[in-house]
């Protein structure tokens, strides 16, 4: 007999990545929800080259969920960028009063002038957008490969689950962090950062509604190589330095040479990887400022509020402030377990592992909460 849930714990909430499958599900307690069981598993060998879900089921052995410690079958899931594309369309009002499979046959014409994945191969799911500016767009269409989404529908079935539901991932993360946040940006213009291995994911959105998003060529794997680059060391290394030490400003300024009898305390050597990486953090921070100038010329009475960061390269120490520096608005770590009215954090979860889990937290929230 398939499991199918109960109104006490909520389904498994996976989130496949390139490097890692996290997993998280919460539970009912008196005082409200808790997470239930959470893991993370390395996903071993990482596959070259751009992030391929294909590629990625292929490389990647089935996890026995139910043997780890997560109770029954049903299972939900998220696409993130690339995997997933997003067009923003502007169409006639009558077509939002439309029911939801209406309304994508009448789109999917104009969405296939757009798409880089050909419409009669893909999966397609739309959204309103919030009123704005003029002849601004009224409609975001997400579109993923068909093949892509039935093979992490495959890959979850390996891992002795049933999926009940695919979601996208600007949808997920900006929906919790909205719920966790309080209502404290439903009038402005705010963003989530999920820095990736090899990509960095923007999603702008105002209030919990995704109105633009943008995936950034730059991630973990690039902030590793070049530190290895600009200071002759083993990637391994420098990812060892780039966790433990991060980035941080000084006055003493940047010598990229490293002598060997050199004594360095972690806040010099935190100078010395910020010199390494500032042009990819710049390159993120323009990014992101050309995203936040398209979203205030769509909704122009409204101000931008901040940017949330989370994903497993983001842990980096310093990041965060250093982004907030060349933004000029605040940058914080999207902590999820700080909210007062969000689960409490297990108390063998690290701060690394909090940041990682914002995907997985945010589908689980997405099946309890209203």
């Excluded at 939801?100 to 799911?125: C, G, S, Y």
Aim: aromatic residues 6%; negative net charge.
């Amino acid at each position: 007999m398939i499991w199918t849930g109960s109104n006490e714990v909520s389904p498994i909430a996976v989130d496949a990545g390139c490097v890692a499958t996290r997993a998280l599900q919460l539970q009912r307690e008196a005082r409200g929800w808790s997470v239930l069981r959470w893991a993370r598993w390395p996903a071993e060998p990482r596959s070259p080259g751009p992030e391929a879900p294909e590629a990625r089921r292929r490389g990647r052995e089935p996890i026995d969920l139910r043997s780890q410690g997560f109770l029954g079958r049903e299972a939900v899931m998220c696409l993130n960028p690339p995997d997933v594309e997003f067009c923003p369309l502007r169409v006639p009002d009558a077509l939002l009063a439309m029911d939801r499979e209406r309304m994508l046959a009448a789109v999917r014409h104009e969405v296939a002038r757009h798409a880089r994945t050909p419409v009669q191969e893909a999966e397609l799911d739309a959204w309103p957008l919030p009123p704005g500016q003029g002849d601004c767009p009224n409609l975001m269409v997400a579109v993923a490969p068909a093949a892509t989404v039935q093979g992490l529908i495959r890959w979850v079935e390996s891992c002795g689950c049933v999926g009940t539901r695919v979601d996208v991932a600007p949808a997920v993360v900006l929906r919790a962090r909205h719920r966790l946040l309080g209502g404290a940006v439903d009038d402005r213009i705010w963003g989530v950062l999920d820095v990736g291995w090899q990509y960095s994911r923007l999603y702008i959105g105002v209030g919990d509604v995704p109105v633009y998003v943008r995936c950034i060529q730059r991630g973990g794997d690039q902030f590793t190589g070049r530190i290895a680059s600009e200071l002759g060391i083993e990637p391994r290394i420098a990812e060892r330095y780039k966790r433990r030490y991060g980035i941080a400003a000084s006055e003493v300024g940047y010598r990229p040479v490293l002598c060997a009898d050199e004594l360095l305390d972690d806040r010099r050597l935190a100078a010395i990887l910020l010199g390494a990486l500032r042009p990819a953090v710049r390159g993120i921070s323009e990014e992101i400022k050309r995203s936040f100038d398209y979203a205030m010329e769509l909704y122009p009475d409204r101000q931008v509020s901040l940017v949330e960061v989370c994903g497993g390269g983001a842990t980096m120490p310093g990041f965060c402030v250093q982004l907030a520096a060349m933004l000029g608005i605040e940058v914080r770590p999207a902590d999820a377990w700080s909210a007062p009215d969000g689960p409490s954090r297990p108390t063998d979860m690290s701060g690394d592992e909090v940041i990682e889990l914002t995907t997985a937290l945010g589908l689980a929230l997405g099946e309890v909460l209203p």
